[in-house]
């Protein structure tokens, strides 16, 4: 086969046969396809789609490029939840140990932050002493003590999503339905979780801008998860705001940390709930209600037990900003917008994400939104609370608020929290 042929059926609309697909992916996780021909087929991806049974092999040769884990020894069911990335995502940090405490084994691959999304991963290792990276023994070994894990994937898993995602990020090639679908779905599928839940965002702070785009996302994703026999569903869920009050790295553990101990805000809550629910739902374990398990303290637990044995100090003080700035609102009214993406890319400004994969990030860099849409505000009050460790970077992140946020009379258009299940 040769890749010049390949190329050219994408990019004159044919559909790639599985022997295309097979032999492409795999002769590029080898390096025998070289990374142009890649991006130019990427391209042609990008450009003329993919149809569902092309989708589901590509999906397939990338989980076939490395290891499938599996969890069978494990005395209860497995679940777990993927979400597409937004402004103030913290829902995993209680969502896991919450499915745990209920009854459900979450053996959770997270990722980095890349951009202005923050990252799983970037977020925990802001609690002292905490690991990221760990070897199957260790991740089994974390499941039978908590019940839950939360870490990196290894190089073994999905080698083909780890060249290909690298290049589509630097070659305009990220927002491909299809490409999108199975780089997710291959990681998720190769974890060995038998149920799933996909979390996609929809608005200015999530890859997805519309439901219509979010919906063919979740439709393709679902349908290649149900394929592969994992139980998958998925919720389209509002990324038009930030998600809670706290935007960053430590300041969003110490947040996930509040909905543990039965406080927090009512949208991260509220979508922790309904999350929760539906990972168990779709492992069969529909008994508990999650609410208990945030009120008893055995979430609480849950979640202690996993930082512990991940290396990490659940009582050591969280890293604290060396700066703060506070942004007080111009007017008295409604705050009528507060947009996820500017929110978001001022928290990357500020030292919370990276702009290269090789970037460090600073754990005690993020924002404190004192107000949500809806809320009445009052001039000279505090609207945001910038944090950073480095007094350079706060022009540059003020400058992402201008126009990010709307104070008027009247009520917010908003997305609901909740906006479809597929
Ligand atoms: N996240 C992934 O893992 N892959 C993509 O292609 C986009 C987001």
């Known amino acids: 086969m040769d890749a010049i042929d390949v190329i050219r059926a994408k990019r004159d609309g044919a559909a790639l046969t599985p022997e295309q697909i097979d032999w492409a992916v795999d002769a590029y996780t080898r390096g025998a396809i070289a990374d142009e021909q890649m991006a130019a087929l990427a391209m042609a991806i990008l450009l003329n789609g993919m149809t569902r049974p092309e989708v589901a092999r590509w999906t397939d040769a990338m989980i076939r490029s490395g290891e499938r884990m599996d969890w069978a020894e494990l005395d209860r069911p497995t679940t777990d939840k993927h979400s597409t990335g937004g402004v103030g995502d913290k829902i995993t940090l209680p969502l896991s140990p919450l499915v745990a405490a209920c009854g459900a084994a979450v053996p959770q691959l997270s990722g980095r932050g890349l951009g202005h999304t ?72 190769a974890e060995g979780t038998g149920a799933l839940v996909l979390d996609v965002k929809v608005g200015s702070g999530a890859f997805m801008k519309t439901v219509a785009n979010a919906r063919e996302l979740a439709e393709t994703m679902v349908a290649i998860g149900t394929d592969h026999g994992v139980r998958t569903t998925a919720l389209l869920t509002a990324m038009d705001r930030p998600l809670g009050d706290a935007v960053g790295n430590a300041v969003e553990v110490a947040e996930a940390v509040e909905v543990l101990a039965g406080g927090g805000p009512a949208d991260v809550v509220e979508l922790t709930l309904t999350l929760a629910r539906e990972m168990l739902s779709a492992a069969g374990l529909e008994s508990r209600d999650p ?132």
């Open 118 to 189: 923050g990252g799983t991963l970037d977020k925990l290792e802001s609690i002292p002493g905490w690991r990221a990276s760990l070897t199957n023994a260790e991740m089994l070994d974390v499941l039978r003590a908590a019940g839950a894990v939360v870490c990196a994937a290894g190089s073994g898993l999905a080698p083909a999503d780890r060249k290909l995602y690298a290049l589509r990020d630097v070659t305009g090639t990220v927002e491909s339905i299809p490409l999108i679908a199975s780089s997710i779905m291959s990681k998720k599928i």
């Open 291 to 422: 609410a208990d398990a945030l009120k008893d303290g055995s979430a609480m637990d849950v979640w202690r037990r996993m930082i512990t044995a991940q290396g990490g100090d659940p009582d050591a003080p969280l890293p604290s900003a060396r700066e703060t700035h506070t942004v007080v609102a111009p007017s008295s009214g409604v705050l009528t917008r507060l947009d996820a993406y500017g929110v978001g890319v001022a928290a990357w400004r500020l030292g919370a994400g990276r702009a290269r994969k090789e970037d460090p990030v600073s754990a005690a860099a993020g924002i404190i939104c004192h107000a949500k849409p809806g809320d009445t505000v009052t001039e000279g009050r505090p609207l945001l609370t910038l944090h950073t460790d480095d007094e350079a970077r706060l022009p540059r992140a003020l400058e992402s608020l201008d126009g990010a946020y709307e104070i008027a009379d009247g009520k917010p258009t908003l997305l609901p929290l909740i906006i479809d299940r597929v």
